[in-house]
């Protein structure tokens, strides 16, 4: 007897639907006209799939050229330009 293998869905496979809670309907009226309908032939699906999608990638591309021992850097310069009494640029 051949056993049947269970396949685990992966994170690719899993589909989730969301609930937008307290948003108005001005803000989503305003997002559907100027947005949805002109590039993305009025599916919101796949614009609210394809925008999170450009978020990640735009944080990736940030966190990728912007590293942390320059940001440290810059708030202690800030830091000691504050205590010296000057305005920190």
């Known amino acids: 007897m051949k ?3 269970a396949v685990l869905a992966t994170e ?12 108005s309907a001005s803000l989503l009226t305003e ?3 100027k947005i949805v309908r002109p ?5 919101l699906n ?9 978020a990640l990638a735009e944080q990736e591309f ?7 021992p320059k940001r440290k850097q810059r708030l202690t310069t800030s830091l000691r330009t504050a205590q010296d009494g000057q305005v920190p640029v």
């Open 3 to 5: 056993k049947k293998l």
């Open 12 to 23: 690719d496979d899993l589909l989730v639907d969301l609930t937008f809670h307290n948003v």
């Open 31 to 33: 997002f559907a006209e």
């Open 39 to 43: 590039y993305y032939a009025g599916n």
């Open 46 to 54: 796949a614009a609210i799939q394809d925008l999170i999608h450009k």
């Open 62 to 68: 940030i966190l990728s050229h912007y590293s942390y």
